[in-house]
């Protein structure tokens, strides 16, 4: 990107910046720090080539000053392993903290271990997508996004989808009163969820016997109540699916790659089509 754009600053749509790497052309390509200014930018910015050298740079960029960003796709240069187990990475996108409004975030080869604070902050947010980021373990409550209508999970390291993930895990602990029932609903928007290559991921579990229970003394747990397509791809290890899941409204379900899946779901009298378990995208 040319050095000096940060004096275009009625510039409306910017759709990439590419941060400069270094080398011969380091003193005449502008930074991230450039974007301060240029708080008019609307629409879809995807900035490419992050890198732990722009952590100082992330934070005068300002990116949550520019309200009409509504797309939002950040992609971190490759190489997980020479970044000491993504501490710079996880440094560098707490710098890079969108507008409240943002509806679209793409995270990409990102190298930390967990996701920024200022995530759950987003609640307008309509699409979240996380791909290829390698040392990532754990993922955010993300059932308490209220407008999330699309999720897609690439590459990651995860182990297990629980009360954590969905969102809920501090309702199942906290204490009810007698006669008082609390009602809660995670991903109470999610129409669409992509699972591909988390090769890691054995169990999805841990809050199935709760949902949709209601006494005197305990609370009404809805999950996912308006998903209408489920993908999962490429896990080999996941032994099952929730109860949430195949009580859910599903339109359209493929599962392909997920051989312990095949196993259990084959064998029982309420077996999934086999089109199900073998049918790609």
């Given amino acids: 990107m040319p050095k000096g754009i940060e004096r275009l600053t009625c510039l409306r749509t910017l759709d990439c910046f590419i941060v400069c790497g270094g ?30 050298g722009d952590i100082e740079d992330a934070v005068e ?25 993504g501490i710079e990475d996880g440094i560098l996108i707490e710098g890079l903290q ?16 967990v996701l920024p604070n200022w995530m759950m902050a987003l609640t307008r947010l309509q699409e979240l997508e996380l791909s290829d980021c390698g040392n990532l373990e754990v993922l955010p409550p993300l059932g308490r996004l209220p407008n999330l209508e699309s999720l897609a999970l690439r ?5 297990r989808l629980d009360a954590g993930f969905v969102g809920i895990e501090e309702v199942e602990n906290a204490n ?19 699972i591909q ?5 054995e169990e999805w579990d841990g809050i199935e016997r709760r949902v ?19 993908t999962i791809l490429d896990c080999p290890l996941l032994r099952a699916l929730p109860d949430y899941v195949l009580a859910a409204p599903l ?17 029982e009298e309420k077996a999934l089509p086999d089109y199900v378990l073998a049918t790609p995208l």
């Fill in 98 to 113: 969108p507008p409240s409004d943002l509806e679209r975030l793409a995270i990409w080869m990102y190298g930390g271990i």
């Fill in 197 to 201: 290559y988390l090769s890691e991921l």
């Fill in 251 to 267: 339109q359209v379900l493929h599962i392909f790659g997920c051989p312990n899946l095949r196993k259990r779901y084959g064998k």
């Fill in 176 to 194: 009810i009163n007698e006669g008082e029932i609390a009602r809660v609903t995670a991903f109470p928007k999610l129409k669409k969820l992509l």
């Fill in 212 to 230: 949709g229970e209601e006494d005197a003394t305990t609370t009404s747990i809805f999950i996912m109540p308006q998903l209408q397509r489920l």
């Fill in 61 to 85: 960029a300002q990116l949550k000053n520019k309200k009409r960003l509504l797309c939002l796709e950040l992609n971190f240069c490759k190489g997980v392993e020479n970044r000491l187990g």
């Fill in 23 to 52: 080398g011969e052309n380091e003193s005449k390509a502008a930074n991230l720090r450039e974007l301060k200014n240029l708080d008019h930018i609307g629409g879809n910015l995807v900035i490419k080539n992050l890198q732990e």
């Fill in 155 to 159: 590459f990651l390291q995860v182990r």
